[in-house]
């Protein structure tokens, strides 16, 4: 070993080991191979068959059968991502660097969309402008005839828009809230106004984030099911799901291509942050205000029309419609086609299902983030990239890969339509939920109480479970709410591979609304909001305000 002059061998060791340089373990490297090998396995088999299939792949890639779908795709996924950039970044400055009125409840009930499934809230506008939904009924009594029909790439772009925009809204606020307000005195000092201040100084901070989270809304988009399918508008999604059954390979083919686009949105948005991770400046004062005066009024209209197409007119939608099934089962027109069962039993699933897959999960990633974060290396990043990359993989690809691959599998044809394959696709498909989270748990243990520890006779086993596993629990819980509350949203998956009779809300939801019965529909709803709102208070709007 060669050693700096005048350094001995030992206190290079401690150098090393003070910077995080130890030699992992064989069994943590061994296990964390293994999460890897299993996190793969959905995409890997979705790739091998269709590189195995039968018929000329470039004739089927060429055609207009997928040419045309895949242009909707992405046409979809630009429109919503550049103004989700526009939306979020706008309402972030307005809420963290301005005197907006009431700038704390905006900062309370801007991210609180994010408690709609985007299915969901399609289909609250859609009861919502039907005749005898509210909003038809409003504009009927005063004398407007409403013929407005959301269909096609309008409404996609508008529902997707509504319920996305807070993904970029989230990282920006949080960045500039940590800007320090130095760079924006300096450029007032040598006369530059506020617009010019914003435009030369501002967003040149937080363009990463801005990016980061315009490629995670692209990444939701592109990957949506129920809102594009309830919008009559054909993305990859509803081609891979239309032509599952009847023609695999040509489905297998665009689970490629999905695919494929997903992964290289990820890749995009991991490289945008690391660069924003060596660029970007954390202030120690606190973030600059810039007064509206004559500006307070437009600016608090655009609040208010944002959250409230975005939040209020769903939940009025949703709760009109729960009230007239209500209101009809009490004047004995017409029962409700929901019992106490029907509530109590999707439910119940719902909440049971969603704890054991973040437990899972968190179980699953925990060596993945001990790696990372002990022992850093080009194997640990390979090992988390194959982890990210299920949070890649659509739910509806991932549902797709684990019904065919039980299929064909004979050592695994019991697994078919059971409960274990569908927590193995929640676990795959939201793992990189939990990885960052865990990652920084196990970062936040000085690692001179395990050092401790050891001293004291404690072994590795020892020390986990007494030492560092309760300091490292506030964060792997986190990390495992915010799996709970995708898991809670997730329908494609759940739909496909969830065994026969096993009811959630999302399915229910689902099952529902196609078949007409709106009052079920938006009562179901309101079950499945108010469990998402509680999370995402506990998760994101709290945490977010602590930081503000």
Not at 130 to 143: E, K, M, N, R
Not at 419 to 425: E, H, I, K, S, T
């Given at each position: 070993m060669v050693t700096a002059p005048g350094v001995t061998p030992a206190v290079t060791r401690t150098a090393r080991h003070g910077a995080g340089v130890r030699r992992a373990s064989p069994q943590l490297v061994a296990t964390a191979l293994v999460v890897a090998t299993l996190f793969a396995l959905p995409g890997g088999y979705v790739v091998w068959r269709a590189a195995t299939a039968g018929g000329d792949r470039l004739d089927l890639i060429a055609s207009h059968r997928t040419l045309d779908p895949l242009w909707r795709t992405v046409q979809l996924g630009v429109l919503v991502s550049a103004t989700t950039a526009v939306i979020g970044t706008c309402l972030a400055w307005l809420?963290?660097?301005?005197?907006?009125?009431?700038?704390?409840?905006?900062?309370?009930?801007?991210?609180?969309?994010?408690?709609?499934?985007?299915?969901?809230?399609?289909?609250?506008?859609?009861?919502?402008?039907?005749?005898?939904?509210?909003?038809?009924?409003?504009?009927?009594?005063?004398?407007?005839?409403?013929?407005l029909r959301l269909h096609g790439l309008?409404?996609?772009?508008?529902?997707?828009?509504?319920?996305?925009?807070?993904?970029?809204?989230?990282?920006?606020?949080?960045?500039?809230?940590?800007?320090?307000?130095?760079?924006?005195?300096?450029?007032?000092?040598?006369?530059?106004?506020?617009?010019?201040?914003?435009?030369?100084?501002?967003?040149?901070?937080?363009?990463?984030?801005?990016?980061?989270?315009?490629?995670?809304?692209?990444?939701?988009?592109?990957?949506?099911?129920?809102?594009?399918?309830?919008?009559?508008?054909?993305?990859?999604?509803?081609?891979?799901?239309?032509?599952?059954?009847?023609?695999?390979?040509?489905?297998?083919?665009?689970?490629?291509?999905?695919?494929?686009?997903?992964?290289?949105?990820?890749?995009?948005?991991?490289?945008?942050?690391?660069?924003?991770?060596?660029?970007?400046?954390?202030?120690?004062?606190?973030?600059?205000?810039?007064?509206?005066?004559?500006?307070?009024?437009?600016?608090?209209?655009?609040?208010?029309?944002?959250?409230?197409?975005?939040?209020?007119?769903?939940?009025?939608?949703?709760?009109?419609?729960?009230?007239?099934?209500?209101?009809?089962?009490?004047?004995?027109?017409?029962?409700?086609?929901?019992?106490?069962?029907?509530?109590?039993?999707?439910?119940?699933?719902?909440?049971?299902?969603?704890?054991?897959?973040?437990?899972?999960?968190?179980?699953?990633?925990f060596p993945v983030a001990y790696l990372l974060a002990r022992h850093r290396g080009r194997l640990g990043g390979a090992i988390n990239g194959a982890v990210v990359a299920g949070f890649a993989i659509p739910g509806l690809v991932v549902a797709l890969s684990l019904i065919f691959w039980t299929l064909h599998a004979s050592p695994f044809e019991f697994l078919?339509?059971?409960?274990?394959?569908?927590?193995?696709?929640?676990?795959?498909?939201?793992?990189?939920?939990?990885?960052?989270?865990?990652?920084?748990?196990?970062?936040?243990?000085?690692?001179?109480?395990?050092?401790?520890?050891r001293l004291l006779g404690a072994g590795r086993l020892r020390r986990l479970t007494t030492v560092e596993l309760p300091l490292m629990a506030p964060g792997l819980a986190a990390g495992g709410g915010l799996v709970m509350l995708s898991t809670m949203k997730e329908l494609p998956a759940t739909l496909l591979i969830s065994p026969i009779g096993f009811r959630t809300l999302a399915v229910e939801i689902w099952n529902t609304y196609e078949a007409s019965y709106l009052p079920e529909t938006a009562i179901l709803a309101l079950i499945l909001v108010a469990i998402s709102a509680l999370l995402t208070w506990l998760l994101v709007v709290r945490h977010s305000i602590h930081l503000s």
């Open positions: 809420t963290t660097r301005t005197d907006l009125p009431m700038r704390r409840f905006w900062r309370i009930v801007v991210p609180l969309p994010l408690v709609y499934p985007s299915f969901v809230g399609a289909a609250a506008f859609l009861s919502g402008l039907t005749p005898g939904g509210i909003v038809h009924d409003l504009a009927t009594a005063i004398g407007v005839d409403l013929n309008t409404g996609a772009w508008l529902v997707l828009t509504l319920f996305t925009y807070p993904y970029v809204y989230l990282p920006v606020a949080a960045r500039l809230s940590a800007l320090p307000n130095s760079l924006e005195e300096n450029a007032r000092l040598l006369g530059d106004r506020p617009m010019q201040v914003f435009r030369r100084v501002v967003v040149p901070q937080v363009r990463t984030s801005i990016a980061a989270g315009s490629l995670l809304v692209f990444l939701y988009t592109v990957s949506d099911f129920g809102a594009v399918h309830l919008m009559r508008f054909e993305t990859l999604t509803q081609t891979i799901y239309r032509t599952r059954l009847f023609d695999q390979d040509r489905s297998f083919t665009l689970a490629v291509l999905l695919l494929g686009l997903a992964l290289v949105v990820v890749s995009a948005e991991r490289t945008i942050a690391r660069r924003g991770a060596r660029a970007e400046l954390i202030g120690d004062r606190p973030a600059l205000r810039v007064p509206l005066r004559r500006w307070s009024m437009p600016s608090l209209a655009v609040c208010s029309l944002v959250i409230g197409l975005a939040l209020v007119a769903p939940a009025v939608s949703l709760a009109d419609w729960g009230l007239f099934g209500w209101f009809r089962q009490r004047r004995g027109v017409s029962a409700l086609r929901l019992d106490a069962g029907d509530l109590i039993g999707p439910t119940w699933n719902t909440v049971w299902i969603s704890v054991v897959a973040a437990v899972v999960t968190v179980v699953a990633v078919i339509g059971t409960l274990p394959v569908l927590v193995f696709a929640y676990v795959v498909h939201f793992g990189a939920q939990a990885v960052g989270t865990s990652q920084v748990a196990v970062s936040a243990v000085p690692r001179r109480m395990g050092d401790a520890a």
